[in-house]
Structure formats: structure tokens, C-alpha cells
């Protein structure tokens, strides 16, 4: 299972663009990229995944380098309400079983 | 109406105690999950269902126990609660992989109290 590596904590203000990098140098061919959010102790929140080409949705683009090993989840036009820790996780495998690390605490400043 | 419910939602008990978690879902997915999580730190896999008759240990499933008693419901029991079991703990479902999206869904989760 490729193990990610994140910055433990990054400021943004309001209204710009949050960019949180991630490291998962491991990945292997079949493991897609998730990212996920959790908000003040509440059950984390999905946010967008993808395997090698550049993905977007209406919450975030994520950018994911051509040899694989890094990504990084842009959030264009962050608001204090995106103030959260961001998990970047490889998928373990083909069970969908989650592997957390710690995390990036954003903190989207006014 | 959420689609991921836990109940309790807190918990305060005593050593050596007998608890049980549950969780039921109304989003007909097969796969279901119990996560706990300690402060500052990442969730942790405890166990893990993939259909009614399927139970898989997780990262972390030592003083722990599981039933899945049917695909909507899926209990955690800790059978002689200890105070480092003192944690979040939280709920997910998901569909089998080869869907469009392998999202998992989170509950409101519970937060366990061992005195």
C-alpha cells in the first residue's frame, strides 16, 4: 500500500486559491489518488480521486504528476467554510479500504 | 433524513463494560465500515464488511467485535471496554470497486468515553 506524505499544516486566505501538495512516491499502477476532508471532528467528507489524468469537480481540480508520485489538490477559491484537514490517500488495493495519515490542517484565514 | 446514522452519538461508560455501536444506512451499498479515530491522529480501520456474510479484520482490531446483521446494519462491541478505547469513532459505507466511484460515506460518528 503506498503511504502518502503531507505537509502537517498550510494557511490560505479567503478567496484565493488553496494548493495542498501530496508525496506518494510508492504508487503503484492500480492505486487511485482520493482526497477527503474532515471538518471539525464531523465524518469525513470526499472530495475528488482520480489515476493519472487531471480530474475536476464542483468541490476542487486535483493535478496529478505525469510520473505519478505527487499530486496536489487546488481549491480555487477557498472560503473560511473549506478550514479542515485534507487526507490525501492511495486505494489500498481493491477492498476500498481507507488509509489515513495525519493529514493537512488548512486554515483559510479572512 | 441522513444516510449514514450512529447510534449513540456519545458515550460515557466505565471500565470493563460491555458497549455496543451501531450503524445503520439507507444508501443500499454492500460495504461497511468501522473507523476509529484519536485525537490529532488520522482514522484507523477497526473492521470491515463486504456483503451480510463477509467480516475482515482491520488495522486495529484487537478488543473489538463486529456483527453485520443485515446489508443496512452493521455493529461494533467492545466486550470489556478499557480507557485507551476512548476515541471517535465513525461509521462509512461504500459500493464494491468497478462502480464509477469507490466514495465512501461517513456517519456523524461517536464519541466514546472509557472511565
Known amino acids: 500500500d503506498a503511504k502518502t506524505t503531507q505537509p502537517p499544516s498550510m494557511d490560505c486566505a479567503e478567496g484565493r486559491a488553496a494548493n495542498l501538495p501530496c508525496n506518494h512516491s510508492t504508487i503503484s499502477g492500480n492505486e487511485y489518488v482520493y482526497w477527503y476532508r474532515q471538518i471539525h471532528s464531523q465524518g469525513p467528507q470526499y472530495i475528488i480521486h482520480?489515476?493519472?489524468n487531471n480530474e475536476t469537480n464542483e468541490m476542487a481540480s486535483l493535478i496529478i504528476t505525469e510520473d505519478r508520485k505527487s499530486s496536489t489538490l487546488i481549491l480555487p477559491h477557498a472560503t473560511l467554510r473549506d478550514t479542515a484537514v485534507y487526507y490525501c490517500?492511495?486505494?489500498?488495493?481493491?477492498?476500498?479500504?481507507?488509509?489515513f495519515g495525519q493529514g493537512t490542517e488548512l486554515s483559510v484565514k479572512p | 433524513d441522513a444516510d449514514v446514522t450512529q447510534t449513540p452519538r456519545n458515550r460515557i461508560t466505565k471500565t470493563g463494560k460491555r458497549i455496543m455501536l451501531e450503524c445503520s444506512q439507507t444508501k443500499g451499498h454492500d460495504r461497511m465500515y468501522w473507523y476509529r479515530q484519536d485525537p490529532g491522529l488520522g482514522l484507523r480501520l477497526i473492521y470491515y464488511s463486504f456483503d451480510v456474510k463477509d467480516i475482515n479484520k482491520g488495522e486495529i482490531s484487537d478488543g473489538y467485535s463486529v456483527s453485520r446483521q443485515a446489508q443496512a446494519k452493521f455493529s461494533l462491541s467492545l466486550e470489556s471496554a478499557i480507557p485507551n478505547q476512548t476515541a471517535l469513532y465513525f461509521c462509512?459505507?461504500?459500493?464494491?470497486?468497478?462502480?464509477?466511484?469507490?466514495?465512501?460515506?461517513f456517519g456523524p460518528g461517536t464519541r466514546l468515553t472509557v472511565l
Open positions: 462509512a459505507t461504500s459500493d464494491p470497486p468497478g462502480q464509477i466511484n469507490n466514495e465512501q460515506f
Open positions: 482520480g489515476l493519472k
Open positions: 490517500i492511495a486505494l489500498a488495493g481493491q477492498g476500498g479500504k481507507l488509509i
